[in-house]
C-alpha cells in the first residue's frame, strides 16, 4: 500500500539544525510532489515547502525562507526536510505529505492524500 | 498569502445529527479547496478535494460544496468516529494556506 514513513523523534537545542526524513512506498516516488507541513501543539496546519521528486525543484513558504531545505534521494524514495536556527517556537510535529505534482502557473493541486505518521521535534535548551 | 477561515471553531452535536463547517477564503481560490480530518496524535486524513470530490473511501454521509471565496463541509449524520477536527485548505497558490480547524465534540 502507498505510505510515507517518517524518522523518529528528535530533542534539538536552540540554535541547532534537524533533518527529518521520510520515505516512500507502494508508489511510483518521481511521478508526485513531497510537502512538508509543521504543526505546533494547538496550531493549525502550517505548510512549509514542497519538492518535485522527480526533477527535484521546490517551492518554500516565505515563513520559512533561508530556514528550511527540501531534497530527495530518488534511489531511495525519500525526502527530506531541514530546518535550521531552531527556537522554541519550533517545537512542533512535522508531516511529509504526497500530492500530485503542483500544475503551473498557479501551482494549484487537487489534495494532499497520503501523509506520513509525523516526527515531532522539541525545541529545548 | 490567502487567508483561510472557518466557522465554527468548535461544535457540539449528538450522534446522528446533521452538521455544517463553513471555510472562506480572502480571496478567490476557484475549486482548490480541501477538507481533511484530524484526531488527536494523528496525522490528518483526506476527505474532499477540489471542493466537492469525495476521496475514495470517505462515506457518502460526507459532502462539500462551494467555490470562489465560501466552502462547506456538511456531514449528514454523525457517526461516533466523526467526532475529530476538521481542517480546509486551499491548494491554489502557495502558501498552501489552511484554516485554523473546527473541533467537532459530542454533545
Known amino acids: 500500500q502507498v505510505q510515507l514513513v517518517q524518522s523518529g523523534a528528535e530533542v534539538k537545542k536552540p540554535g541547532a539544525s534537524v533533518k527529518v526524513s521520510c520515505k516512500a512506498s507502494?508508489?511510483?516516488?518521481?511521478?508526485?510532489?513531497i510537502h512538508w507541513v509543521r504543526q505546533a501543539p494547538g496550531q493549525r496546519l502550517e505548510w512549509m515547502g514542497w519538492?518535485?521528486?522527480?526533477?527535484?525543484?521546490?517551492k518554500y513558504s516565505q515563513n520559512f525562507q533561508g530556514r528550511v531545505t527540501i531534497t530527495r534521494d530518488p534511489s531511495a524514495s525519500t525526502a527530506y526536510m531541514e530546518l535550521t536556527s531552531l527556537r522554541s517556537e519550533d517545537t512542533a510535529v512535522f508531516y511529509c505529505?504526497?500530492?500530485?505534482?503542483?500544475?503551473?502557473?498557479?501551482?494549484?493541486?487537487?489534495?494532499?492524500?497520503?501523509w506520513g505518521q509525523g516526527t515531532t521535534v522539541t525545541v529545548s535548551s | 498569502d490567502i487567508q483561510m477561515t472557518q466557522s465554527p471553531s468548535s461544535l457540539s452535536a449528538y450522534v446522528g445529527d446533521r452538521v455544517s463547517i463553513t471555510c472562506r477564503a480572502s480571496?478567490?481560490?476557484?475549486?482548490?479547496l480541501n477538507w481533511y480530518q484530524q484526531k488527536p496524535g494523528k496525522a490528518p486524513k483526506f476527505l474532499i478535494f477540489?471542493?466537492?470530490s469525495l476521496q475514495s473511501g470517505v462515506p457518502s454521509r460526507f459532502s462539500g460544496s462551494g467555490s470562489g471565496t465560501d466552502f462547506t463541509l456538511t456531514i449528514s449524520s454523525l457517526q461516533p468516529e466523526d467526532f475529530a477536527t476538521y481542517s480546509c485548505?486551499?491548494?491554489?497558490?502557495?502558501?498552501?494556506?489552511f484554516g485554523q480547524g473546527t473541533k467537532l465534540e459530542i454533545k
Open positions: 485548505q486551499q491548494s491554489y497558490s502557495p502558501p498552501y494556506t
Open positions: 519538492i518535485i521528486a522527480g526533477n527535484g525543484n521546490t
Open positions: 507502494g508508489y511510483i516516488f518521481p511521478a508526485y510532489a
Open positions: 505529505a504526497r500530492s500530485v505534482v503542483p500544475s503551473s502557473p498557479a501551482y494549484s493541486y487537487y489534495g494532499i492524500d497520503v
Open positions: 477540489a471542493a466537492s
Open positions: 480571496q478567490s481560490i476557484g475549486n482548490y
